[in-house]
């Protein structure tokens, strides 16, 4: 069948990948693909929110899956679209997507359901919610209610940053209207639990674990993520029994009780504090960097697993042994301001997959186009072997304009 992914990063490079090692994919489209996308599938000029647009391209083509990479795509409503017209797609709903788009409103789901997560409150008036911070404890965590590509979430150690952050939240409307969801701060492991799910039954994926801050030994500032890798050795099987039946599957239930039930990626973003497991944050959708280090392990067929979860039935997978890392290389000056068009070399060098995230092609060099550029994910049968043959595939690429972190998988050896 004809297979359309909605999206142009790093995770839309590993679907893309995952559906084309399938013999059922006869024809992959990306709307809009990256440069790294553009050897697996043809790229077309689609924004990934231009709904309308996306629908009458999978009617002219014909299409037989669509699968939905980013949030903004899901926010929007394509998934109800695509449904509308007869299509299967996979991914949720915008019903179903709130939990991802609205803080407030998976709170709130999480408090109904008994599901552990920290204590919070909500705001929309900057005095109120500062009131709110000075009575309590520092640090403290504040979270822009709505979507905001990762960034939207702040680690105030001080008065001083948590003014700055609500400031730029609430008055100066950095991220759009809405409101700030205050939580209290968690200490303990974080780690991510992805599941395939079709309204009440799931399907876990291997855990894995995102590196959020820019730099080496956590520091500087939030990212969409630098680097992942799974097999954790500090979760435990009791802690993935506990996390799927207290947590994932809780939240399906939930969803399918409060009208909304969820089809795609539900993502668990979670914490393991000396109180048991706890929620940080649910995503609606394949994790980015997860899905580069998780998708290379899936010996199931790609397009076979997400038909099952567009049709609504129970998704199955197998997965390999061994591990995954993978290295994010970024533009300097990322998560902030960042200039575009230095030239990538050495790439064909990389024995390692690389899956583009912000590249492009430019008088036929390859050149970088986003703040993150690509990341480089190493399989080995171990951790270790694989963080060593990342490092050393890293070290192949030539661009004067890229940074990265040397330290992912490193908390795994403590």
Request: aromatic share 8%; net charge negative; charged share 25%.
């Amino acid at each position: 069948m004809k297979i359309l992914v909605i999206g142009s990063g790093g995770r839309e490079h590993a679907i893309v990948e995952a559906i084309a090692r399938s013999p059922k994919a006869e024809k992959i489209y990306a709307a809009p693909g990256n440069a790294g996308i553009a050897a697996l599938a043809e790229c077309v000029a689609i924004k990934d929110t231009d709904v309308e647009a996306l629908v009458a391209f999978a009617k002219r083509e014909g299409i037989g899956l669509t699968v939905v990479g980013p949030e903004a795509s899901l926010a929007v409503g394509v998934v109800d679209r695509f449904r509308e017209e007869g299509f299967k797609i996979f991914g949720p709903t915008q019903a179903a997507t709130e939990i991802e788009s609205s803080k407030d409103f998976a709170k709130r789901l999480m408090k109904k359901y008994y599901v552990p997560t920290a204590d919070y409150a909500t705001f929309t008036d900057y005095e109120e919610a500062m009131a709110y911070v000075r009575k309590g404890t520092l640090p403290a965590v504040l979270k822009y209610d709505g979507l905001a590509a990762g960034k939207g979430v702040v680690i105030a150690e001080t008065m001083e940053e948590a003014e700055a952050a609500l400031k730029d939240m609430l008055l100066d409307t950095k991220y759009g209207e809405g409101r700030v969801v205050i939580e209290e701060f968690l200490t303990g492991e974080e780690f991510s639990l992805m599941c395939f799910v079709a309204g009440n039954k799931i399907c876990p994926m291997p855990v894995a674990q995102d590196h959020k801050r820019a730099y080496d030994n956590d520091e500087g500032p939030n990212t969409g993520g630098m680097g992942a890798y799974t097999e954790l050795p500090f979760v435990t099987a009791e802690d993935h029994a506990y996390a799927m039946e207290h947590i994932m599957q809780r939240v399906a239930d939930a969803l399918v009780e409060e009208g909304r039930p969820f089809t795609g990626v539900l993502y668990g973003g979670l914490m393991k504090t000396l109180t048991g497991i706890k929620v940080i944050e649910f995503n609606a959708r394949f994790g980015d960097p997860e899905t580069e280090v998780v998708l290379p392990r899936l010996k199931s067929d790609a397009v076979d697993l997400f038909m099952a979860v567009a049709e609504g039935q129970q998704p199955a997978a197998e997965w390999s042994e061994g591990a995954t890392l993978g290295i994010v290389l970024a533009s300097k000056g990322y998560p902030g301001s960042y200039d575009k068009g230095f030239a990538i070399r050495g790439t064909e060098r990389v024995e390692s997959k690389i899956y583009h995230m912000g590249t492009a092609m430019k008088n036929g060099e390859l050149v970088t186009a986003g703040g993150r550029v690509m990341i480089v994910v190493a399989e080995a049968a171990t951790l270790r072997e694989a963080q060593t043959k990342a490092r050393e595939d890293i070290a192949k690429i030539e661009c004067d304009n890229l940074f990265h972190r040397t330290d992912i998988g490193a908390k795994a050896f403590r």
